[in-house]
T-cell receptor, first 111, second 117 residues
Framework: GESVGLHLPTLSVQEGDNSIINCAYSNSASDYFIWYKQESGKGPQFIIDIRSNMDKRQGQRVTVLLNKTVKHLSLQIAATQPGDSAVYFCAENSYTDKLIFGTGTRLQVFP | GAVVSQHPSWVICKSGTSVKIECRSLDFQATTMFWYRQFPKQSLMLMATSNEGSKATYEQGVEKDKFLINHASLTLSTLTVTSAHPEDSSFYIC?????????????FGEGSRLTVL
């Protein structure tokens, strides 16, 4: 079946450093991907998205890279701040319009 | 921007009772809403797709008679956990798409934490 997974369950970075969170997906037919941030006890918060006709998209301090050849997605956060500490999920929009979430990576930012 | 609201944000109930969770789209109409369940330190798992005016579509392994979904209007979907048991304790999150602007952007509620004693 469809699955979206992450390589690292926890990522610890120093404040000010760049963070890279990775995600692998299995459905080569997927054409839309989204990164979400989830803080404890809250719902997912949209960060950035990318369609399959692109390989890179930039937002404010965040960049998403898509490698369709190896079915890999990454989220880069520049100058990581304590407020960036959260769990990050990649999600894959399936052909049925359902959103399938990856396993998640916890980002911990220390001073 | 568009907002999706859930109520209650948390609820504690006794085993065997039923609990209803509401999901509302506050400034847009949503013909389709999605219900997710999230256990601690795990990802969001799609439970069902709520369709306004018709039956919900459940994901494999989700008991439709236990998790009753009613999408009574274009702004409200409810999830009722019937005869709740401790293993039903979880974080329930709904989402809705806003097609009004053509993008179909998906918005999430803040979640409802259910604790069954």
């Amino acid at each position: 079946g469809e699955s979206v997974g992450l390589h690292l369950p926890t990522l610890s970075v120093q404040e000010g450093d760049n963070s890279i969170i990775n995600c692998a997906y299995s459905n080569s037919a997927s054409d839309y991907f989204i990164w979400y941030k989830q803080e404890s006890g809250k719902g997912p918060q949209f960060i950035i998205d990318i369609r399959s006709n692109m390989d890179k998209r930039q937002g404010q301090r965040v960049t998403v890279l898509l490698n369709k050849t190896v079915k890999h997605l990454s989220l880069q956060i520049a100058a990581t701040q304590p407020g960036d500490s959260a769990v990050y999920f990649c999600a894959e929009n399936s052909y049925t319009d359902k959103l399938i979430f990856g396993t998640g990576t916890r980002l911990q930012v220390f001073p | 921007g568009a907002v999706v609201s859930q109520h209650p944000s948390w609820v504690i109930c006794k085993s065997g009772t039923s609990v209803k969770i509401e999901c509302r789209s506050l400034d847009f109409q949503a013909t389709t809403m999605f219900w997710y369940r999230q256990f601690p330190k795990q990802s969001l798992m799609l439970m069902a797709t709520s369709n306004e005016g018709s039956k919900a579509t459940y994901e494999q392994g989700v008991e439709k008679d236990k998790f009753l979904i009613n999408h009574a209007s274009l702004t409200l979907s409810t999830l009722t956990v019937t005869s709740a048991h401790p293993e039903d304790s979880s974080f329930y999150i709904c989402s809705a798409r806003d097609y009004g602007k053509g993008t179909g952007e998906l918005f999430f509620g803040e979640g409802s934490r259910l604790t069954v004693l």
